[in-house]
């Protein structure tokens, strides 16, 4: 799963960061995550909620979300992508790619 806040300030760059995630867990690993956001509103109704609650040791679930501070964090199956600014989601998500493909630990 990958989830969102939809009411986040740096909606727009969470947005990118979920679709170029999405297209890289569908072109490399061909996963198909479920996309998800905390709570509904008008916008994104569609979407299914999907919290940390969600996250299984099968069925981790990804949350991209702005923090004060840029980092990786699992707790509970849940791992928090946080990011700063709205620069700091491509280096979240490069750190995600370079962990997949065993580069870094």
């Known amino acids: 799963y990958i989830t969102f806040e939809p009411n986040d300030k740096y909606i727009k760059d969470i947005e990118l960061m979920r679709f170029q995630m999405k297209d890289f867990f569908v072109k490399e690993f061909n996963m198909y995550p479920f996309i998800g956001v905390t709570n509904n509103t008008d916008i994104y109704q569609a979407l299914p909620f999907i ?21 990786i964090l699992n707790e509970n199956n849940c791992i928090y992508l946080y990011a700063s600014d709205g620069y700091e989601f491509d280096a979240v998500l490069d750190r995600i790619r370079y962990g997949l493909y065993d580069m870094m630990k």
């Not at 679930?61 to 980092?71: A, D």
């Open 51 to 71: 919290d940390c609650s969600n996250a299984t040791q099968f069925i981790p679930v990804l949350y991209i979300k702005s923090y004060n501070e840029t980092k």
